[in-house]
């Protein structure tokens, strides 16, 4: 939980120092000075939905392998043996 809680974050610290603006074009244009004034850089963008989709994946493969793992050993402990009370 702890790591998809800092993937988030991570995630909006990237989004947010993208340099985002409403209403500029997203890439380069004929006609538009090239620089960070007039257009809004599109790779920041392409990261954050890239490590989303990526982290969406490992939380998959996570739960899998543990829901495999209580299936073959029987317990959800992780070094296979119960605490005696």
């Known amino acids: 939980m702890g790591l998809c809680l800092l993937s988030y ?3 909006l610290f990237i989004f947010s120092m993208g340099s985002l603006f ?3 074009e997203p890439i380069i244009r004929p006609g538009t000075p ?3 004034l007039h257009y ?3 790779l920041p963008q392409a990261l954050v939905l890239t490590a989303i989709v990526i982290g ?3 939380t ?3 739960l899998v392998v543990m829901l495999a793992s ?3 050993t029987g317990t959800d ?3 296979g043996q119960e605490q005696q009370p």
Do not use: S
Request: no cysteine.
């Open 9 to 11: 974050a991570v995630n």
């Open 22 to 24: 409403i209403g500029k």
């Open 34 to 36: 090239p620089d960070l």
């Open 40 to 42: 809004t850089d599109p």
């Open 56 to 58: 969406f994946a490992m």
């Open 60 to 62: 998959a493969l996570f």
């Open 70 to 72: 209580r299936g073959l």
């Open 77 to 79: 402990h992780v070094d």
